[in-house]
């Protein structure tokens, strides 16, 4: 292939001709960390923050879950590591391998996170942003024979494309200004859950009533609401069951929005005829009761069309004296209750005991209109985190498209 004026093909593609390509290994000092021992209580809950790849997500991270002493920093082979230290994830569960963050303070790693320090006059902002573009790059480099993790020896392998200085500067601003919107836009998504979550505290319980409203309210079982249904799978060897089919079918993996429109797979209506599944109408309350995920929160959403469940999920149809808005809102906002009440113990995948969800009680008001200007209230205010979330994703979105054209020398600054 012809390389145009003013470009040359290089081991790390066609580049501009004013650009080097160098292993980051030439640009930094790479270790990894380490993990003081467990047995020894000493070693832990000391002041010193020590971060592990979770925390590790193509941000500044100021924050560490976990804190080990200067004691168990001695006794291990983790280092405190300065502000300004590159971080990448090594291996994790996932899509944490590969990932990179920037430490905003002094701390230590665990084994899983290699610490790239770089030398003196290499840009910490320009090789963070490249590094975070070459993320699919990255993790193939583990995909090579057997080896399933990265290492120290394959991130100094790692080829980066270095501009000239001036250049350098010009593309970290301009990645850096889009990473400070996605800040804001952060930071403004979690405020405003925060609200949310104060709110359903609040009108869900009672303890804050709506105006012109003064009815009492009932403490009702869930399975006085309405009707409850169970799901199953079709078989998977009969086509008949899933070729064009045109029932939205919910597994749990569906289950990620409060107002849910579509889903991964339909079954047909062959599959509805013969009892192959369950269908359930619109508005109807599912709730996934099997699923790994209920180790952080239990998913809840209305389904907007008509769909068939799988065996992961349970159904609420509402009865008619209830909104099926505010029972929706009731069992988000009593989430972490639920859990609390009726997850099971010692099962290989996480799984709710259903007649114990049927038997979790919830405060319900009596009338229908203060139940649906709950809802409202609730419901403007997911619509509000929506379109919030909606625009910090198409900024991602637009910041991957630069991050291909600037860190590439496609388009050029200087």
């Not at 002493?69 to 996932?94: F, I, V």
């Not at 490249?130 to 090579?144: E, G, H, M, P």
């Not at 997911?382 to 498209?401: F, G, H, I, P, V």
Request: glycine share 8%; aromatic share 6%.
């Amino acid at each position: 292939m012809e390389v145009r004026p003013g470009y040359k093909q290089t081991e790390g593609g066609v580049i501009p001709a004013d650009w080097e390509v160098k292993p980051l290994g030439e640009l930094a000092c790479v270790t990894a960390g380490g993990t003081p021992s467990r047995t020894n209580a000493k070693y832990w809950n000391g002041d010193i923050p020590w971060v592990t790849t979770s925390e590790v997500d193509f941000y500044t991270i100021y924050y560490a879950a976990q804190f080990i002493t200067q004691e168990g920093l001695n006794n291990s082979a983790a280092n405190l590591l300065p502000p300004g230290t590159l971080l990448m994830a090594l291996y994790g569960q996932g899509k944490t391998r590969g990932k990179v963050g920037i430490l905003g303070i002094e701390a230590a790693t665990n084994q899983a996170c290699a610490a790239i320090s770089l030398k003196h006059g290499v840009s910490r902002e320009f090789i963070f942003h490249f590094l975070a573009s070459q993320y699919d790059v990255i993790r193939n480099l583990s995909n090579t024979g057997n080896q399933e993790n990265l290492n120290s020896s394959l991130v100094r392998s790692i080829s980066v494309l270095l501009p000239t200085e001036a250049e350098r500067r010009a593309i970290a601003a301009a990645l850096s200004d889009v990473d400070a919107l996605l800040a804001g836009l952060t930071r403004l998504i979690a405020k405003k859950r925060d609200l949310k979550q104060a709110a359903m505290q609040q009108l869900l319980t009672g303890q804050t009533r709506l105006p012109g409203f003064h009815e009492d309210w009932q403490v009702q079982r869930l399975d006085e609401l309405g009707t409850w249904k169970g799901g199953m799978t079709p078989s998977m060897q009969n086509p008949a069951y899933w070729q064009n089919g045109d029932v939205p079918w919910i597994s749990s993996g569906d289950v990620k929005v409060v107002l849910l429109a579509g889903t991964g797979f339909s079954v047909t209506s062959a599959a509805v005829r013969h009892g192959a599944t369950t269908v359930v109408p619109a508005k109807s309350i599912v709730v996934v009761t099997r699923s790994g995920i209920l180790r952080k929160y239990l998913p809840v959403a209305m389904n907007v069309v008509p769909m068939a469940i799988n065996q992961d999920i349970k159904a609420l149809i509402p009865a008619a004296k209830f909104s099926a808005s505010f029972l929706l809102h009731a069992l988000i906002g009593n989430g972490d209750r639920i859990l609390a009440s009726c997850l099971k113990a010692g099962t290989t995948v996480e799984s709710v005991e259903f007649r114990w969800l049927k038997a979790f009680t919830v405060s319900v008001p009596t009338t229908i209109p203060e139940q649906t200007a709950i809802a409202v209230v609730l419901s403007d205010m997911d619509a509000e985190l929506s379109a919030l979330e909606t625009r910090r994703d198409k900024t991602r979105d637009l910041k991957q498209a630069m991050m291909q054209e600037l860190l590439t020398g496609r388009t050029r600054l200087v």
